[in-house]
């Protein structure tokens, strides 16, 4: 399973970016897909994780400002960023849980995405 992440950049604080992660390869079925983030000095921590159930989770520190959705027939994730502070400064992870042909189940990572804010 390879994910293919887009969509950061640099982005002045109060402004908006939209991330997506594309999964590929020999999926049977996807369990759930999420984002982490990295800031530099700091530990990798969650900041949302959407299933194939419907269960949405968003961190305190991005509720009300960032908002994950799924396009399931497309096994892409998106992750809709508003109202950016300098703090979320970070490398943005897409990590998926899925299932491949042949039954393993299994986590994946995405190689990661800078979003920097600042004016």
């Known amino acids: 399973v390879q994910l293919q992440a887009s969509g950061g950049g640099l982005v002045q604080p109060g402004g908006s970016l939209r991330l997506s992660c594309a999964a590929s390869?020999?999926?049977?079925?996807?369990?759930?897909m999420g984002w982490y983030r990295q800031a530099l000095g700091k530990q990798r921590e969650l900041v949302a994780v959407?299933?194939?159930?419907?269960?949405?989770f968003h961190a305190d520190s991005v509720k009300g400002r960032f908002t994950i959705s799924r396009d399931a027939a497309k096994n892409t994730v998106y992750l809709q960023m508003h109202s950016l502070k300098p703090e979320d400064t970070a490398v943005y992870y897409c990590s998926a849980n899925a299932v491949v042909a042949g039954g393993s189940e299994d986590d994946y990572w995405g190689q990661g995405t800078q979003v920097t804010v600042s004016s």
């Open positions: 390869g020999t999926i049977f079925s996807i369990n759930a």
């Open positions: 959407i299933t194939s159930a419907g269960f949405i």
